[in-house]
């Protein structure tokens, strides 16, 4: 946390990005959103002794930066396939996939985009132990439909 916040002042273009796909993590660990705040909260607390006033509202200040940007990562990537996927469902990932637009299904479970970073719900189902999930999306994209 230390790290992140003197690297939002030294190379805030690169941390945008880190957080960013750090959000993306979160999204697929269905970490909720309304954690950050109280999060950033005991950092500042935490860190008030060692600091004086002008560090203090530095490190909260970028701290609360990073946490927006967490926070509208995870929005912004938590789709209904990622959270059919973090619980593990199949019967979820096939009614998710199912109000996909016409031609766009595949899209929907192998690439979800928040700014420049993207995850693959698939390899992330996979890579997560989520095999139902994952045999869920991979029946799907095998199946022949007359929309392709």
């Known amino acids: 946390v230390l790290a992140m ?62 946490s927006r940007i967490l926070v509208r990562v995870i929005n912004e990537g938590s789709t209904i396939v990622m959270k059919a996927i973090n619980q593990n469902s199949a019967k979820l990932v096939r009614k998710a996939v199912s109000c996909a637009p016409r031609g766009q299904r595949a899209l929907w479970v192998l690439n979800v985009q928040v700014g420049t970073q993207s995850i693959s719900p698939l390899l992330w189902a996979i890579e997560m132990g989520g095999l139902d999930a994952a045999t869920a999306i991979i029946k799907d994209l095998l199946t022949i439909r007359a929309d392709r």
């Open 5 to 66: 916040s003197l690297d939002m002042f030294r190379e805030p273009k690169r941390m945008v990005e880190d957080i960013s796909a750090l959000g993306l993590r979160h999204v697929g660990y269905g970490i909720p959103t309304d954690l950050f705040g109280p999060f950033v909260t005991a950092c500042v607390e935490t860190i008030r002794p060692l600091v004086g006033e002008g560090g203090q509202e530095a490190f909260r200040w970028s701290l609360s930066l990073i």
